[in-house]
């Protein structure tokens, strides 16, 4: 069996995270990382070279590049590794704005063969894939409409403080966090040609913004409102699916950091018979995160037999980027106030 040399750019928590569910896997090995936290080339103890500059990694004899890095460097080394003949795997976002992801699938095109993923990893939660199940089965009928918030307590400036620099990252909560809430509300109901918002920086007085309101109308009238903040004291995840018949809500999100609470998922069908509401409920509470392993895998397993990236493809991408791009954009002071533009999007 063939085993796929792996390189990681960044080699901070996610990084690191990754690399326990690459060598777990049986096609793939980690052999080289680069992070800027290392003054220079060396050999780890556990048989790793690292660099200092994921430039200097691109140089080691590797098949795939997982990109760990700061919005302002994903989509570089995304076009450089594919430009060096690697299957790439990015994190999410694919850079700090459409331009980013439109130069990244310019190479792509060039590229046959080679394969790109994009980590949005909590299409991979049970919770989720459960919810898309009961969907995808019709039983409750279609999507009616979606509420989400997903929060935490404040934007972290670490690595120099380039989270909260607009010139670095491109945005700020919406970018880094909510983008895995309309992603996954994207995959559910498809694309949204009506965006109205509030965006704000009050609180925490950076560049980039600590709260975002945004409610959409798709084509086919389904509405969905999401509020992605860094002002949510006691962190939250919480997700509200209203179907025809029924009501579906994921709460709580198993994380790293394991403060959003348990992950849970309800199903609540409506009643017809009662002017307060329905009582009953199905609820199953998940206690193991198996999104890491899942994604991890199916990339392997692409690579391997060849297949097309159906989750987290650069398509993928580019729609959640441009969804982020017209929030920004459709609150005016927000869009007069960084100068914000929609950038005109070839068919693709």
Same mark, same amino acid.
């Given at each position: 069996?063939?085993?796929?040399?792996?390189?990681?750019?960044?080699?901070?928590?996610?990084?690191?995270?990754?690399?326990?569910?690459?060598?777990?896997?049986?096609?793939?090995?980690?052999?080289?990382?680069?992070?800027?936290?290392?003054?220079?080339?060396?050999?780890?103890?556990?048989?790793?070279?690292?660099?200092?500059?994921?430039?200097?990694?691109?140089?080691?004899?590797?098949?795939?590049?997982?990109?760990?890095?700061?919005?302002?460097?994903?989509?570089?080394?995304?076009?450089?590794?594919?430009?060096?003949?690697?299957?790439?795997?990015?994190?999410?976002?694919?850079?700090?704005?459409?331009?980013?992801?439109?130069?990244?699938?310019?190479?792509?095109?060039?590229?046959?063969?080679?394969?790109?993923?994009?980590?949005?990893?909590?299409?991979?939660?049970?919770?989720?894939?459960?919810?898309?199940?009961?969907?995808?089965?019709?039983?409750?009928?279609?999507?009616?409409?979606?509420?989400?918030?997903?929060?935490?307590?404040?934007?972290?400036?670490?690595?120099?403080?380039?989270?909260?620099?607009?010139?670095?990252?491109?945005?700020?909560?919406?970018?880094?966090?909510?983008?895995?809430?309309?992603?996954?509300?994207?995959?559910?109901?498809?694309?949204?040609?009506?965006?109205?918002?509030?965006?704000?920086?009050?609180?925490?007085?950076?560049?980039?913004?600590?709260?975002?309101?945004?409610?959409?109308?798709?084509?086919?009238?389904?509405?969905?409102?999401?509020?992605?903040?860094?002002?949510?004291?006691?962190?939250?995840?919480?997700?509200?699916?209203?179907?025809?018949?029924?009501?579906?809500?994921?709460?709580?999100?198993?994380?790293?950091?394991?403060?959003?609470?348990?992950?849970?998922?309800?199903?609540?069908?409506?009643?017809?018979?009662?002017?307060?509401?329905?009582?009953?409920?199905?609820?199953? %509470?998940?206690?193991?995160?198996? *999104?890491? =392993?899942?994604?991890? /895998?199916? +990339?392997?397993?692409?690579?391997?037999?060849? #297949? $097309?990236?159906?989750?987290?493809?650069?398509?993928?991408?580019?729609?959640?980027?441009?969804? %982020?791009?017209?929030?920004?954009? *459709?609150? =005016?002071?927000?869009? /007069?106030? +960084?100068?914000?533009?929609?950038?005109?999007? #070839? $068919?693709?």
């Amino acid at each position: 069996m063939k085993k796929y040399r792996v390189g990681i750019a960044g080699y901070g928590v996610v990084g690191q995270r990754r690399r326990n569910f690459i060598d777990s896997n049986p096609h793939f090995i980690t052999t080289a990382i680069s992070d800027v936290t290392f003054n220079k080339k060396r050999k780890q103890q556990d048989g790793l070279v690292a660099y200092p500059d994921y430039n200097l990694l691109l140089d080691h004899d590797l098949d795939v590049l997982f990109v760990c890095l700061p919005n302002y460097l994903a989509a570089d080394a995304t076009i450089k590794g594919l430009n060096k003949g690697l299957h790439v795997f990015c994190e999410k976002p694919p850079g700090r704005d459409v331009n980013d992801i439109l130069n990244v699938i310019e190479t792509e095109k060039k590229k046959i063969g080679l394969k790109l993923k994009y980590g949005f990893n909590h299409r991979y939660h049970d919770s989720f894939i459960e919810a898309g199940k009961v969907i995808s089965s019709s039983k409750h009928g279609r999507i009616v409409n979606i509420r989400g918030v997903y929060g935490k307590s404040r934007i972290i400036p670490f690595h120099g403080g380039w989270r909260s620099q607009r010139n670095l990252a491109g945005g700020g909560i919406l970018l880094d966090q909510g983008i895995h809430m309309l992603d996954m509300i994207s995959s559910l109901a498809g694309d949204f040609d009506e965006v109205h918002s509030f965006i704000s920086n009050e609180y925490w007085k950076h560049d980039v913004e600590d709260n975002a309101f945004a409610l959409m109308r798709s084509k086919n009238g389904c509405v969905a409102m999401i509020h992605s903040t860094a002002t949510q004291w006691q962190h939250r995840f919480r997700l509200e699916i209203t179907l025809k018949d029924a009501m579906i809500e994921l709460t709580g999100i198993l994380s790293g950091s394991k403060s959003y609470g348990e992950e849970k998922l309800k199903i609540i069908p409506r009643n017809d018979g009662s002017v307060n509401g329905a009582f009953n409920e199905i609820s199953k %509470v998940f206690l193991q995160d198996n *999104s890491w =392993k899942r994604e991890i /895998d199916e +990339f392997a397993e692409i690579i391997v037999k060849n #297949k $097309k990236v159906v989750n987290g493809s650069s398509r993928d991408a580019l729609k959640v980027m441009e969804l %982020v791009q017209k929030i920004y954009y *459709s609150d =005016k002071k927000w869009r /007069d106030k +960084f100068d914000i533009n929609l950038p005109t999007i #070839k $068919k693709q």
